[in-house]
């Protein structure tokens, strides 16, 4: 059965929720590596003040016993704690009594650089409040979640995930955008280590590995751009110079370059695979720009709402487990097994066929 994630929640709803079928059983999930990692989520310079709010901590609803998979659907919770801030404005059923703390006024004036428009134009919502919940980045934290659970798997088979930020001098670059009541971007990577040749597919465009990363990054709020092992760099380049030797020692096969960051032809190489994502700079500003009223089509000013200065080191956490989960996704294409026990054979008897080893 292959992995497969459904995620539901709003950014001030009662809780984020996620649910992952196609786990093997057996695998041990430590609650306290899952904590930390959305701790990590919540971090980085440029944070709003609701990341002291919300201390996120994972629950557990099902699939999961005495912290051993089951092998059947595992249902995880992230509860949003500012919710009681939002019980009439976000009440699931129609609200009863007097209107009363945040979300109760329509949102109609949308910021440019959001889903709020487009979204509110797709679905003919005339209070942007409808969209703008569910586009929100709080959704990630239920990524990460799901993330912490693949990074679990993917250890079990030798496999380690970890993003880092590559803009420098952010520190500064946030005091200044701060003082300015506006934001700034940057640049993340994710590198995995003790990924085999075979990951992916070259038949269609949807088994390739390097177009299933690219999605699941693009797909992250606020990535405008994705690239694997040298990316754009390469397009300036002479084939000579843009291709990784193959080489061989007692270990079997390698390169001792890396531009293709580890994938060729849409399947996994063997190297380290390495991918970066751009972030733009968030749309939430204090000092907004221009919109217009989609009640009275009045110019106006944009949706002012708590934002942070920056989340590029936030996105570090959150594009580290998009990568670890789209890998163990097909890594459990590749070795099957309802049972860990099986899946780890079968990752044994591959090693043993091909010519690879682990560096």
């Given at each position: 059965?292959?992995?497969?994630?459904?995620?539901?929640?709003?950014?001030?709803?009662?809780?984020?929720?996620?649910?992952?079928?196609?786990l093997p059983s057996g695998l041990v999930l430590d609650r306290s590596q899952v904590d930390a990692d959305l701790h990590r989520r919540q971090q980085g310079y440029g944070r709003s003040p609701r990341q002291q709010i919300e201390r996120d901590e994972v629950e557990v609803l099902a699939g999961l016993r005495h912290g051993r998979t089951l092998g059947t659907p595992l249902a995880l919770i992230v509860r949003n704690r500012d919710h009681k801030n939002w019980e009439w404005g976000m009440s699931p059923w129609q609200p009863e009594g007097e209107p009363s703390g945040k979300g109760t006024k329509e949102v109609t004036l949308p910021r440019p650089g959001?889903?709020?428009?487009a979204g509110a134009l797709k679905y003919g919502v005339s209070d942007v409040r409808d969209v703008l919940e569910r586009a929100s980045a709080r959704h990630t934290a239920v990524i990460v979640a799901a993330g912490s659970v693949a990074?679990?798997?993917l250890a079990e088979i030798g496999i380690a995930v970890e993003g880092q930020v590559l803009t420098s001098d952010l520190e500064r670059r946030v005091d200044e955008a701060r003082a300015d009541r506006d934001t700034v971007g940057g640049v993340v990577e994710v590198r995995a280590r003790g990924v085999p040749p075979g990951f992916?597919?070259?038949?269609?465009?949807?088994?390739?590995?390097?177009?299933?990363?690219?999605?699941?990054?693009m797909g992250t709020q606020a990535v405008k751009g994705v690239e694997i092992g040298e990316g754009f760099e390469l397009a300036t380049k002479r084939g000579s110079a843009a291709h990784d030797e193959i080489l061989r020692d007692e270990r079997g096969l390698y390169r001792k370059t890396n531009r293709a960051g580890g994938i060729e032809g849409g399947v996994s190489n063997g190297e380290e695979i390495v991918v970066r994502a751009a972030m733009k700079p968030l749309p939430?500003?204090?000092k907004p720009l221009a919109s217009v009223d989609l009640q009275t089509g009045e110019q106006a000013e944009a949706l002012v709402e708590r934002?942070?200065?920056?989340?590029?080191?936030a996105l570090a956490v959150v594009a580290e487990a998009c990568v670890?989960?789209?890998?163990?996704?097909?890594?459990?294409?590749?070795?099957?097994?309802d049972a860990l026990g099986d899946l780890l054979a079968a990752h044994h008897a591959y090693?043993?066929?091909?010519?690879?080893s682990p560096r």
């Open positions: 059965m292959a992995l497969k994630l459904v995620t539901a929640g709003e950014s001030h709803g009662p809780a984020l929720v996620a649910i992952l079928s196609g959001h889903a709020d428009l990074k679990a798997l992916g597919s070259y038949a269609t465009k949807g088994e390739r590995l390097d177009a299933r990363l690219a999605a699941s990054l939430t500003l204090m934002s942070d200065t920056a989340a590029v080191e670890a989960w789209e890998l163990a996704r097909a890594a459990k294409e590749k070795f099957g097994g090693l043993e066929r091909i010519d690879w």
